[in-house]
């Protein structure tokens, strides 16, 4: 008699299921030959600015916490995987990202583990394949950003919650939890919210249905609540060497305490709904289902599954309605999946069409993966990271070859770029100045201080629809600039202007834009010398 306490799947898998292991090799191949062109590419962004030179740290020193970035308290597992991986074969950029390509075949197996054992092969296939293709997900599968690590932790977690009854089964749920958290501290809320789940059922059924499985049921409880404890060691020990808990001041402002007001937190949530059931191509499967649940009359699909999957999904849009002060969509990295599987789910039991609802879904994904939705989006969002990266690229090389001598202005993350050989972008240092963007306000600043640099890099910070196309921009922009920074970066002519120089050097690509900016200070110099005398 199977146990009445344990989640039960939507559709039973089949009788003798492919070997996952036989499928791994298969998923990295299908993975590595779309990114392959994408694997040389140089660090962007925050891998660049934070968890590249993190795990370098590691790897150079040992040090769990690092010394070449300001540390920000983030568990330190991505930076030992990645730092071991150096130490087999050498640090090089593109075999990281094929590594990064190994850990999200690994991510896409745990996840068509689950939407097999809840769906059946069919579903499986679909959710699988639309995982991969979707914008987020593709362009994250070669990051070195510790959410793809989180996020192949904890879909397996997941998988482990909704299998069949097994012993052992709480004890690796509660180890995949904890290698989850102590690689993103976010990953916690996962299972925190399992375990509230867990204990609203254990309070509220029948004490009758409770008899035959109460041990079982405490013992999950204390696996989904086990996480918190290395994760608390974790920042204990971080407290201990730094004298900071949850990071630099700074960043826990930035990150949390700035954000505990009601407006802002409200904002964040239609932000983190949107990007649940709008962003990059996921309208389509919204509206798929929404036609298929109408009438409301029709029979719901109230099971413990669809409850469970929901009750995760709540918790994490609630908790990144909060935290962080960038409404980053990669935070969410390991709810698409299981949006996914309620879609394919609900549609194969409503519609005979769900091979063609998914088609159109996996067309919707391929051209957002290309083309810019009609709102700002960071530009790892899709393939625009691609052109940014490309564009920093050419314009390190103008500065290396016709300015080697130069302080060059410009703004995060150029700055670590060209002060850091190993990113990939300069064969030696050149020595920069920052401003924070490229807003009016801040081209005034550096207009004030004309001695500190004789060479501008000034970028697009983020994508904006161009002018005169669709734009949804104006309906958030003056939210987005008070609680998330948003801002609107000059033109490199209007930049120019200001600073009183030349734009020697500019490229656009697919909306991105980067330009190089000269400042003749000493013949400016001798003309004021000479004026004087």
């Known amino acids: 008699m199977p146990e009445p306490t344990r989640f039960s799947a939507i559709a039973a898998p089949a009788a003798r299921p492919i070997p996952l292991w036989i499928l791994y090799p298969l998923f990295f191949v299908a993975i590595y030959i779309p990114h392959w062109r994408l694997l040389p590419l140089p660090w962007f962004w925050d891998e660049a600015g934070y968890y590249i030179p993190a795990a370098l740290d590691f790897f150079h020193t040992g040090s769990l916490i690092p010394t070449s970035t300001m540390t920000n308290a983030h568990p330190p597992l991505p930076s030992i995987l990645l730092g071991e991986w150096w130490r087999l074969g050498g640090y090089h950029i593109a075999a990281t990202r094929s590594f990064l390509c190994m850990i999200a075949a690994a991510a896409l197996l745990g996840v068509f583990r689950l939407a097999r054992t809840l769906g059946g092969d069919a579903v499986a296939v679909g959710v699988t394949v639309l995982t991969a293709i979707y914008p987020v997900w593709f362009v994250q599968s070669t990051m070195a ?68 499985a109460n041990a079982p049921r405490w013992r999950w409880l204390c696996a ?106 990669r935070y969410l990295l390991p709810l698409y999946p299981l949006l996914l599987i309620l879609h394919l789910t609900l549609w194969r039991a409503r519609t005979r069409l769900w091979p063609a609802f998914a088609a159109l879904t996996a067309a919707a994904f391929v051209a957002a993966l290309f083309f810019n939705p009609p709102y700002a989006i960071a530009p790892e969002d899709n393939l625009t990271y691609r052109d940014f990266i490309l564009l920093h690229q050419q314009a390190a090389r103008v500065l290396t070859s016709r300015y080697p001598a130069a302080t060059v202005l410009t703004a995060w993350p150029a700055t670590t770029e060209l ?96 330009a190089i900016l000269h400042f003749n200070r000493v013949v400016e110099a001798r003309l004021m010398s000479g004026a004087a005398r």
């Not at 939890?177 to 204990?199: C, G, H, M, N, Y």
């Not at 920042?235 to 630099?248: D, K, M, P």
């Open 145 to 212: 950003h510790a959410d793809l690590f989180s996020a192949a932790f904890t879909i397996w977690a997941i998988s482990l919650v909704f299998d069949r009854p097994a012993a052992d089964k709480p004890v690796v749920a509660a180890t995949l939890f904890t290698l989850a958290a102590l690689s993103k501290e976010t990953a916690i809320v996962t299972p925190i919210a399992l375990a509230l789940w867990e204990l609203t059922r254990l309070l509220t059924e029948r004490p009758d249905s409770l008899k035959a």
């Open 224 to 329: 989904y609540l086990f996480p918190v404890i290395p994760l608390a060691l974790w920042y204990a020990y971080h407290h201990h060497v730094t004298g900071f808990t949850f990071g630099n001041p700074e960043f826990l402002r930035y990150n949390a305490t700035a954000n505990l007001t009601p407006v802002r937190i409200l904002t964040s949530l239609l932000h983190r709904v949107s990007h649940l059931t709008l962003h990059m191509g996921l309208w389509v499967p919204t509206l798929l289902s929404l036609s298929v649940l109408w009438p409301l009359r029709q029979k719901p699909l109230p099971t413990q599954t669809h409850l469970t999957l929901t009750v995760i999904l709540l918790a994490n849009t609630l908790a990144f309605s909060v935290l962080g002060g960038a409404l980053l969509t």
């Open 419 to 514: 002060a850091n050989p190993i990113l990939g972008y300069v064969p030696r240092p050149l020595k920069t100045t920052t401003i924070d963007n490229f807003s009016a306000e801040q081209v005034q600043r550096a207009a004030a201080d004309p001695g500190g640099y004789d060479t501008a890099l000034v970028f697009s910070t983020k994508w904006v629809p161009p002018v005169g196309a669709l734009s949804f921009l104006h309906l958030t922009e003056r939210s987005d600039a008070k609680y998330y920074d948003f801002h609107r970066d000059l033109s490199p002519r209007e930049i120019a202007t200001l600073l009183h120089g030349e734009v020697v050097w500019q490229q656009y690509r697919n909306g991105e834009w980067a």
